[in-house]
Every structure is written in C-alpha cells, then in structure tokens.
C-alpha cells in the first residue's frame, strides 16, 4: 500500500481547508463608518442584506466594533454594535468601514 505520500497532501489540505481567513480575522475590532455621502448615512440593518429592515442611519464617523463578517450576493455583511451604544447591534456594508 502507498498511504504515506497521501498523509503529508492531507495535512496539506485540511492547514489550508480549515485554516481562517487573514482578511476576516484582521477585520475585526473597531472601525469606523467612512465614504458615505455628505446628505447619507450608512444603513445599519437587522440582517446581511438591503431586503432587511433599516434600524438606524450611521453618520461618517461613527465608532463601531465588527464582530463578525460574511458575503451575501456580491457584499460582504459584518455583524456590528455601536462602540457607544452596545446594545445597538445589526449589519453594515463592508464597503462603508474603515479600521481604526
């Protein structure tokens, strides 16, 4: 049998499979809301997605932490709570945040 070439491509793959993502794990922490328009503000939602309810509109500059983010469709959702207000919590656009 020829099992021992086949261990160190296994190993291989599960580093690789279950290894986590550098971009996600360096996302987390605090950012704040940037690059929206003058007269917008960034909408924070109850869910990953424009098809959720919008709980409140962020201003340019709001403090947040991201707990956790994912890709719905073509955007990547992060789960937030206002840095001033934890209890505030929902989903915003990645495109919208910048690390602090």
């Not at 070439?5 to 279950?18: E, N």
């Not at 328009?37 to 340019?60: F, H, Q, W």
């Amino acid at each position: 049998m020829r099992i021992f070439p086949l261990v160190p491509l296994v190993a291989l793959f599960l580093g690789v499979a279950f290894s986590p993502d550098p971009a996600l794990a360096s996302s987390l922490g605090k950012h704040e809301v940037y690059g929206v328009a003058e007269d917008d503000m960034l909408k924070l939602r109850a869910g990953p997605g424009t098809g959720y309810s919008v709980i409140v509109g962020l201003p340019n500059g709001t403090v947040l932490r991201v707990h956790s983010c994912e890709r719905t469709g073509a955007t990547r959702w992060c789960k937030v709570s206002l840095d001033r207000a934890r209890g505030l919590k929902g989903y915003v656009s990645w495109a919208y945040l910048r690390k602090i």
